[in-house]
């Protein structure tokens, strides 16, 4: 059918559609190729060595699997550290959940290792290496994963943001990822915001069209704090579902914390011209910019009406009455275990800890934290006793968040909850994953200084 929108789609606009990221498309029956290798790339100051990206180029790309559809991906190592790669807020079998020691083992250089899984859940989502995490990902192996609606919402442009940050010098080479005394306190911070690895990019969008902004923050550190220009739009979804409880229009006052791992998508309807939009970042004094959209082309003359609501997720509903109740406390660590990540390497320190014991890592000797049974609902009370925040990711399963002792907090299924200072959140969910999944921290300095382990459901 030729409409306007399949016009402007079919007009080339394939990399802008994608943020100029390059794009991996699953078709039935065929392996997606994501080889891992070392690159070089220039982020606006001279050449920068060392990163991790894919074949496909620099950033890695966007991959795009449909809901319901199996997909298969072989992850081939093209780099000298060990590697898995983990599918962040999809709901895989334990095996396909690329946890090292945990679900599988380690893939060394020139090995590949086949990932089958059919994503239940559509929405954005994304992937990243779990093993030489820290490494891996500071040097920008964190892509996007899409997992597209059976039937099409309506939009006329997808368009992507992946946010990361790089730690680079004056001669651009990269600087240390962690820092000890990072590492103790928030995290240690890039000197680099990019979007899509571009400084500020302007995407020209359709004016008087419906664009889907998808944000992710991929960092391994920053909590982003993100202001939406002001246009007509709506937050759709969260963390990869569509939103039950709304969540306000993000301003300067008050900008959208999006901690690591977590994503929004967003619909907006792009003015008929003027002005470029601006999306801003509310980092240091002056407000910077993560990207600007420049309305272009006559006026698609669309309305945000015309949007099919984004369709339910496939989740469970807990059951808060006969739920069981488990506690959580995330602190500092009493003395400095050295957790061992075997081949993952190790960063030899312990800075944090969960219920007062600096965990081990995602395959914890030290056991599961908690024991699940399989079906039953739980509530799980997440306490933050430190000043600094914390983005707590469950693998496998999605939670709804359903009170704080500081805010009134969306209640939204979501696979990362942000923790800031001294809050304690309850989580509800139903344990319907069977296997071992990870919970950390996704300030990756934390979670491997203590503030990781995993729960076991059986
Ligand atoms: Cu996004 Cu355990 O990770
Ligand atoms: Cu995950
Ligand atoms: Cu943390």
Known sequence: MLNRRNLLLGAGSATLAAGGLSALRASAGVSLEINSRETGFDFGGGLTQGLVSTADGAPPPVIRLKQNEAAQLRFTNGVDDYSTVHWHGIRVPNAMDGVPYLTQLPTRRGEAFDYAYTPQDAGTFWYHPHCVTMRQMAHGFTGILIVEEEEDPGFDLDLLLNLKDFRLGNEAELLDYFTPRGA?????????MTTNWQRAPRYDVPAGGLVRLRIAATDTTRIYRVVLPDVDGEIIAWDGHPVE???????????????????????????????????????????????????TG?????????????????????????????????????????????????VEYTFWSINRDPWQGDASGMGPLANLELGKSYVFRLQNESPNDHPIHLHGLVFKPISSNQRKIPQNWTDTVLLHKN????????????????FHCHVIEHQKTGLSGYIRIS
């Not at 977590?262 to 601006?278: F, K, M, S």
């Open 184 to 192: 103790a306190r928030g995290g240690t911070l890039g000197n680099v």
């Open 245 to 295: 409880d709304p969540i306000p229009w993000p301003s300067r006052e008050a900008p959208l914390f999006l901690g690591p791992g977590q994503r929004v998508d967003v619909a907006i309807r792009v003015p008929d011209g003027g002005a470029p939009l601006d999306i801003l970042g509310m980092h240091g004094l002056e407000p910077m910019t993560f990207a600007s959209l420049n309305p």
């Open 423 to 438: 809050e304690i959140v309850d989580i509800a969910f139903v344990a319907d994953n069977p296997g071992d999944w990870a």
């Open 298 to 346: 006559t006026s698609l003359g669309r309305d945000l009406a015309e949007l099919k609501p984004l369709p339910r997720n496939p989740v469970t509903d807990f059951d808060l009455a006969s739920a069981e109740r488990r506690d959580l406390i995330f602190g500092w660590s009493p003395d400095g275990m050295i957790p061992n990540n075997g081949l993952c390497g190790s």
